[in-house]
Antibody, heavy 125, light 108 residues
Framework: QVQLVQSGAEVKKPGASVKVSCKAS????????INWVRQATGQGLEWMGW????????GYAQKFQGRVTMTRNTSISTAYMELSSLRSEDTAVYYC??????????????????WGQGTLVTVSS | DIQMTQSPSSLSASVGDRVTITCRAS??????LNWYQQKPGKAPKLLIY???SLQSGVPSRFSGSGSGTDFTLTISSLQPEDFATYYC??????????FGPGTKVDIK
C-alpha cells in the first residue's frame, strides 16, 4: 500500500534552517509529483510548492521563493523540503502529499489522495 | 494567482442534518476543484475530485457539484464521524495550488 512517512518533530531557533524528509513506499517514487503543504496551529492549509521526483523540477509558492528548497534522493525514494531563515511564523505542521490524477473527457485532474503523517516544526528562541 | 473563498467559515449541525458548504474561485477553474476533510491532528483526506467525482471508499452521503467559479459540497445526512473541517482546493493551476480557508462543522 502507498505510504508517505515523514521525519520527526523539530525544534529550531529563529534564523536556522530545517529539512523535513518524506519517504515513499508502495509505488514507483519517480512516477508521481509531490506537494508540500503546511498548517499553522488552528489555521488552514497552505501550499508551499511541488517537486517532480523524476526530473527534480520544482515550483514554489511566491511566498516561499528564496527560502524553500525541495529535493529528492531517488535511490531511497525520499523527498525533502528545506526551509531557511526560520521565524516564529514558520511554526507549523508540514505535510508531503503525492499528487495523483484522473483523466476523463479530455481533461486530467490532479489531487492528493496520499499524505504523510505531518512533521511539527517549532521555531522558538 | 487564483484565490479561493468558502462559506460559511463554520456551522453547527445535528446528526442527520443536510449540510451544504460553498466554495468560490476568483476566476473560472472549470471542474478543477477538490474537497478534503480534516480532523484534528490528522492529515487531510480526499473526498471529492474534479468537482463531483467521489473518491473511492468515501461514503455516498458526500457529493460535490459546480463548475466555473462556484462549487458546493453536500453531506446528505450528517454522521457523528463527519464533524471536521472541510477544505476546497483548486487544481486548475497545478503550478500554483490554493486551498480555501476551510469550513468547520461542529455539533449543535
Amino acid at each position: 500500500q502507498v505510504q508517505l512517512v515523514q521525519s520527526g518533530a523539530e525544534v529550531k531557533k529563529p534564523g536556522a534552517s530545517v529539512k523535513v524528509s518524506c519517504k515513499a513506499s508502495g509505488y514507483t517514487f519517480t512516477s508521481y509529483d509531490i506537494n508540500w503543504v503546511r498548517q499553522a496551529t488552528g489555521q488552514g492549509l497552505e501550499w508551499m510548492g511541488w517537486m517532480n521526483p523524476n526530473s527534480g523540477n520544482t515550483g514554489y509558492a511566491q511566498k516561499f521563493q528564496g527560502r524553500v528548497t525541495m529535493t529528492r534522493n531517488t535511490s531511497i525514494s525520499t523527498a525533502y523540503m528545506e526551509l531557511s531563515s526560520l521565524r516564529s511564523e514558520d511554526t507549523a505542521v508540514y505535510y508531503c502529499a503525492r499528487i495523483g490524477g484522473d483523466c476523463s473527457g479530455g481533461s486530467c485532474y490532479s489531487f492528493s489522495r496520499y499524505w504523510g503523517q505531518g512533521t511539527l516544526v517549532t521555531v522558538s528562541s | 494567482d487564483i484565490q479561493m473563498t468558502q462559506s460559511p467559515s463554520s456551522l453547527s449541525a445535528s446528526v442527520g442534518d443536510r449540510v451544504t458548504i460553498t466554495c468560490r474561485a476568483s476566476q473560472s477553474i472549470s471542474s478543477y476543484l477538490n474537497w478534503y476533510q480534516q480532523k484534528p491532528g490528522k492529515a487531510p483526506k480526499l473526498l471529492i475530485y474534479a468537482a463531483s467525482s467521489l473518491q473511492s471508499g468515501v461514503p455516498s452521503r458526500f457529493s460535490g457539484s459546480g463548475s466555473g467559479t462556484d462549487f458546493t459540497l453536500t453531506i446528505s445526512s450528517l454522521q457523528p464521524e463527519d464533524f471536521a473541517t472541510y477544505y476546497c482546493q483548486q487544481s486548475y493551476s497545478t503550478l500554483w495550488v490554493t486551498f480555501g480557508p476551510g469550513t468547520k462543522v461542529d455539533i449543535k
